[in-house]
Nanobody, 124 residues
Framework: QVQLVESGGGSVQAGGSLRLSCAAS????????VGWFRQAPGKERECVAT????????DYADSVKGRFTISRDNAKSAAYLQMNSLNLEDTAVYYC?????????????????WGQGTQVTVSS
């Protein structure tokens, strides 16, 4: 199994940027598809970005396309979410998740391991 720890959250003004990191320990992160999810108060958890095990294929929610970039460094057992042009609707708790599968998935139920989450707050 793998343990995931997110970092990099915080408060930022609209239009600003943040970079989230996900550090993995235990089994090698290269064995997993990685997804970044977020959950805002009163809303369901949604997948914002996902990346294949080798990092060659990515997928994004329409709401973040062109603003967020997911990446990974398997040598460091880490994944990242670069978030630019943040807006108020991006405020949420962001989670890193790992799925023991080969293909991308945006479904919560397909992910086997989750981090504890990191808060991102965007203000005007």
């Amino acid at each position: 199994q793998v343990q995931l720890v997110e970092s990099g959250g915080g408060s930022v003004q609209a239009g600003g940027s943040l970079r989230l990191s996900c550090a993995a320990s235990g089994r090698k992160l290269s064995s997993y598809v990685v997804g970044w999810f977020r959950q805002a108060p009163g809303k369901e958890r949604e997948c914002v970005a996902t990346i294949t095990r080798n990092g060659l294929i990515t997928d994004y929610a329409d709401s973040v396309k062109g603003r967020f970039t997911i990446s990974r460094d398997n040598a460091k057992s880490a994944a990242y979410l670069q978030m630019n042009s943040l807006n108020l609707e991006d405020t949420a708790v962001y989670y890193c998740a790992a799925a023991l599968r080969y293909t991308l998935s945006t479904s919560n139920s397909e992910y086997d391991y989750w981090g504890q989450g990191t808060q991102v707050t965007v203000s005007s």
